[in-house]
T-cell receptor, first 111, second 114 residues
């Protein structure tokens, strides 16, 4: 699986958009970008995934650059409950394989 | 609501004890996984199973075994617990059917081996 690089920590004001970057310059054509988050003392939770196009769901938006070497997860209106570690993972279809979680970005939403 | 449940949130065992960690999912998923999570090391895969009675080693299988006798249940066994197995253990499952391809995780079991 391609390696990802994320900033170790970020702060965001409550109500503002949180933009979490991820670099994956060695991504292959068949690899998807997945985002998960882990709130303290809980298991990781899936947020969103994409291949080439930008994606949006009820939790977040995923913007993937045209060359696919980087992406940004956007939480449009961050709340205190969004404080968590966010993991960007690059992998082929994960049906038969485990995910490789790196260190992630610790997002602290400030009141 | 889909669910992955783990038998205990917290567990304290003594060195040398045999430890069973159980995971149950109610989503009829084919694949199930056991990870451990340690500070600074992220999540590491111990074992996974893609069918009943089938198992494959992950990245760190030493000291562990698994059992999958029924589709919904995947057990992790520490044959003789050691202090270096003190960790957070996470179970996950995923469907092989199309989309959204998310792994569902349980709440985790924090195991302490004294």
């Amino acid at each position: 699986d391609a390696k990802t690089t994320q900033p170790p920590s970020m702060d965001c004001a409550e109500g503002r958009a949180a933009n979490l970057p991820c670099n994956h310059s060695t991504i292959s054509g068949n690899e998807y970008v997945y985002w998960y988050r882990q709130i303290h003392s809980q298991g990781p939770q899936y947020i969103i995934h994409g291949l080439k196009n930008n994606e949006t769901n009820e939790m977040a938006s995923l913007i993937i650059t045209e060359d696919r070497k980087s992406s940004t997860l956007i939480l449009p209106h961050a709340t205190l409950r969004d404080t968590a570690v966010y993991y960007c993972i690059v992998s082929p279809y994960t049906g038969r394989r485990a995910l490789t979680f790196g260190s992630g970005t610790r997002l602290q939403v400030q009141p | 609501d889909v669910k992955v449940t783990q038998s205990s949130r917290y567990l304290v065992k003594r060195t040398g004890e045999k430890v069973f960690l159980e995971c149950v999912q109610d989503m009829d998923h084919e694949n199930m996984f056991w990870y451990r999570q340690d500070p600074g090391l992220g999540l590491r895969l111990i074992y996974f199973s893609y069918d009943v009675k089938m198992k494959e080693k992950g990245d760190i299988p030493e000291g562990y075994s698994v059992s999958r006798e029924k589709k919904e249940r995947f057990s992790l066994i520490l044959e003789s617990a050691s202090t270096n197995q003190t960790s957070m253990y996470l179970c996950a499952s995923i469907s092989l059917a199309g989309g959204p391809w998310e792994q569902f995780f349980g709440p985790g079991t924090r195991l302490t081996v004294l």
